[in-house]
């Protein structure tokens, strides 16, 4: 799997960017990934899509970060 091109994270809430490029390669796009990490019963850690009551706070706050970057880049993008 690719690199993220950046990663947000508050406790254990993640939102990672990555850019896709299309296939004439003249455009590329970013796509967010949302994830939350916890240790199983075997003391190892996993990451899951789902979330919890207490885990939306900063599941929110993750993703805002993402948008506000995502949103960053398709601006420079529209302005060249």
Not at 71 to 80: D, F, I, N, R
Request: aromatic content about 8%.
């Amino acid at each position: 799997m690719a690199q993220p091109e950046k990663t947000f994270r508050i406790g254990h809430c993640s939102a990672s960017v990555f850019v896709n490029t299309g296939k004439e390669r003249e455009r590329s796009f970013r796509s967010v990934v949302i994830q939350r990490s916890y240790k199983d019963d075997s003391d190892e850690w996993k990451t899951s899509s789902s979330f919890g009551l207490a885990d939306l706070p900063a599941a929110i706050h993750v993703l805002r970060l993402a948008l506000d970057h995502v949103a960053q880049h398709e601006a420079e993008v529209s302005g060249k």
